[in-house]
């Protein structure tokens, strides 16, 4: 029944936020620049948008996939990296701090000259991703109660078989919870990758709509970036509770 009452929050929550929005566009509450639901909905499912649409999202989802698989390796691999060699914690979680710290907006120019307009987008992906996914394996690894340090001292076990066995299933909850949170920043970097000159996708979309003041497309954009998200987001929301019992949890 749970699962049902929470359905039915989140369908009233949002037909309310949409019926808001569609007589907000109606009346032109806020102007042109925010046209109702309807005329979005409508303007997307026209065959030659929808067409355009649909290929743009297939190139930021593309970006997007492999910046969240690029970044999530990342970021278990310096979480763990910290956890096999000790000396090498302290100046690697300063190095991804720095790194996070650096605005994407500002790195997307010095990527496009670096590594190329094609490899922008997922560049950007990975870097959002990574430090989402250090940040929740690390907080996973601290979280291991005493008494596991306890045994792994008392046993002699060597840091690779305490990983393995110990560590990565005290940590697995949290480093599911860092990449559902990372889907939402893989997407959001591959559109700010495309902002920058790539040859396609919704970030290109998005800047071209807003310098020709093509309002519908501009939306229809932004609300196919937003699906993505969230699709992303519930798959994982999915796996975690599938996954997570067979571990204990």
Not at 3 to 10: D, T
Not at 109 to 122: A, F, H, K, N, W
Request: net charge positive; with cysteine; aromatic share 12%.
């Amino acid at each position: 029944m749970r699962p049902v009452a929470n359905s039915s929050k989140w369908i009233l929550g949002l037909g309310v936020l949409f019926l808001g929005w569609e007589i907000a566009g109606q009346q032109e509450w806020l102007g042109k620049g925010l046209p109702p639901i309807s005329a979005i909905v409508t303007y997307a499912l026209e065959p030659r948008s929808y067409e355009l649409l649909m290929r743009s999202a297939a190139v930021t989802a593309t970006n997007a996939i492999w910046g969240f698989i690029i970044g999530s390796m990342i970021g278990w691999s310096i979480a763990c990296s910290g956890q096999i060699w000790p000396a090498l914690k302290k100046g690697l979680d300063t190095l991804s701090t720095f790194v996070n710290a650096i605005p994407l907006i500002a790195l997307g120019p010095l990527l496009i000259v670096t590594v190329g307009e094609q490899l922008t987008p997922m560049t950007t992906a990975s870097l959002a991703v990574f430090f989402t996914v250090f940040v929740a394996v690390l907080g996973g690894f601290e979280r291991l109660p005493s008494v596991h340090h306890d045994v792994i001292h008392t046993y002699g076990v060597n840091r690779w078989r305490a990983l393995i066995l110990v560590l990565f299933p005290n940590a697995l909850p949290s480093f599911i919870d860092g990449l559902k949170l990372g889907t939402s920043a893989a997407v959001l970097g591959a559109i700010l990758g495309e902002w920058f000159g790539a040859p396609a996708g919704l970030g290109v979309l998005i800047v071209s709509s807003m310098q020709n003041f093509q309002i519908t497309l501009l939306w229809s954009a932004a609300f196919l970036g937003t699906a993505m998200s969230a699709a992303g987001f519930f798959i994982l929301v999915i796996v975690q509770q599938k996954l997570l019992p067979r571990f204990g949890w």
